[in-house]
Nanobody
Framework: QVQLVESGGGLVQAGGSLRLSCAAS?????????MGWFRQTPGKEREFVAT????????IYADSVKGRFTISRDNAKITVYLQMNSLKPEDTAVYYC?????????????????WGQGTQVTVSS
């Protein structure tokens, strides 16, 4: 019903920047709720990165990325972005976009209904 497609991942040196995008398609008229980014490395659970509410007026960040990453959204395009600055090797992971029609804001992965396939971000030291 709803597809999320991430783009913008790649290889970057420590201290560099990347901008991830996540575009929704399908029955997107229902996607006016919170959207978020999570990441995962092999052998570890999926980790919360950032989330943004339906209007874009409220955001939450993981402590590990606060001050370096910025989440934003364009509701006209049903797209969410993650600007990542001052990247560190420990930011290396597969980054996943998530979305739901539910309002409010939360870092709980179980509160998101739709997920993208992920995009690899690799930060070299």
């Amino acid at each position: 019903q709803v597809q999320l497609v991430e783009s913008g991942g790649g290889l970057v040196q420590a201290g560099g920047s990347l901008r991830l995008s996540c575009a929704a398609s399908g029955r997107t008229f229902s996607l006016l709720g919170r959207m978020g980014w999570f990441r995962q490395t092999p052998g570890k659970e999926r980790e919360f990165v950032a989330t943004i509410n339906w209007s874009g007026g409220s955001t939450i960040y993981a402590d590990s990325v606060k001050g370096r990453f910025t989440i934003s959204r364009d509701n006209a395009k049903i797209t969410v972005y993650l600007q990542m600055n001052s990247l560190k090797p420990e930011d290396t992971a597969v980054y996943y976009c998530a979305a739901t029609r539910d309002l409010g804001i939360t870092r709980n992965a179980r509160a998101y209904d739709y997920w993208g396939q992920g995009t690899q971000v690799t930060v070299s030291s």
